[in-house]
């Protein structure tokens, strides 16, 4: 019996397409809408292959209430929503902020707008560590302070807690979760999907498994001369079907009632803190694959080092991640050779 139906916003993205999978394996029925401006439609094929199961896909713009309201007439019964729909690099958050700004507010606008029309109840909100800034002191738990964000896409995160926690103060019926991820990487085992970036990778494990297929020359490391015993940034660097499976714990928390908070925030992350140059040296490890790199100068908004206490996470909402670093890079390794024999590269 299913168990609810689910909106999954941004659903052929990275980690809305391992959301979707985990969701269909514990019993969710699952409606995706998608622009496909980061993404691909054949994701969707990836999404049936590993469950059995082809969720609903909607090709739309959640910038575009009119669209969503139809998403929502057409497919009645929706009980929760995960919003993953979002504009997400860095770099050109800084270049395009009104964009940024636009989408990524609209979005989150028009779907806390619809929920209470539609009866739809709770609501998981992909956050990030981002909105801490660089941490007084790690493992970094939920009550740290926020800090300035560095880009107009840390800005962005931050607006949409601020707004999320004004909606449900303001007597809305609905229930949120904040999901605060660290580093998501890797991706499904059986690698029928996983991450595919646009043009060349800014972040840090497409670049590796790219230079060690031999698409990259080499993997520049941002930094040795950090306060850290080896000198390079440290990350807390989470796998994406781990992640995944957090997700439906939120959402099985808010639709069972199992909390009376309407509004609950977790750090999504493994609790261990790992180096840019522990991470090559764990790929290496685990796939016998050189990787070659050289160290070259500090990249600009990066911060030191930020690692989860994800003590609430695996005490109260009841999740923790469980997959090795090894198997996570070897998944990122067999998907970069996946994406080579599909010729996606
Ligand atoms: C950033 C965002 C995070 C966002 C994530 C995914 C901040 C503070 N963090 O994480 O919110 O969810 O991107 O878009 O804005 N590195 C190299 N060489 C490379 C690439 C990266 O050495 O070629 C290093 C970086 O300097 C950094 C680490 O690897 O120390 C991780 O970088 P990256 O994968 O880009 O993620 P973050 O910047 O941590």
Known sequence: MSKGKILVTGGTGFIGSHTTVELQNAGYDVVIIDNLSNSNA??????????????VFVEGDCTDISTLTRLFEQNPGIQGIINFAASKAVGESVQKPIMYYRNNINILLNLLELMPRFDTRGFVFSSS????????????????????????????????????????????????????????????????????????????????????????????????????????????????????????????????????DALETFNIGTGQGLSVLQLIDAFQRATGVEVPHRIVGRREGDIEQIWADPYRANHILGWKADTSIEDTMRSAWKWQQRIRERGLM
Do not use: W
Request: hydrophobic share 35%; aromatic share 6%.
């Open 42 to 55: 054949d994701v969707v094929d990836g999404i049936e292959r590993i469950t059995g199961v082809r969720p």
């Open 129 to 260: 560590c981002t909105v801490y800034g660089e941490p007084d002191q790690n493992p970094i738990t939920e009550d740290a302070p926020t800090k300035k964000a560095t880009s107009p896409y840390g800005a962005t995160k931050q607006i949409c807690e601020d707004i999320i926690r004004d909606v449900i103060r303001s007597g809305s019926p609905i229930k949120a979760i904040l999901l605060r991820y660290f580093n998501p990487i890797g991706a499904h085992p059986t690698a029928e999907i996983g991450e595919l970036p646009n043009g060349v990778p800014q972040n840090l494990v497409p670049y590796l498994t790219q230079t060690a297929i031999g698409i990259r020359k080499e993997l520049s490391v941002f930094g040795n001369d950090y306060n850290t015993p080896d000198g390079s940034c440290i990350r807390d660097f989470i796998n994406v079907c781990d992640l995944a499976k957090a997700h439906v714990r939120a959402l099985d928390r808010m639709l069972n009632n199992e909390s009376d």
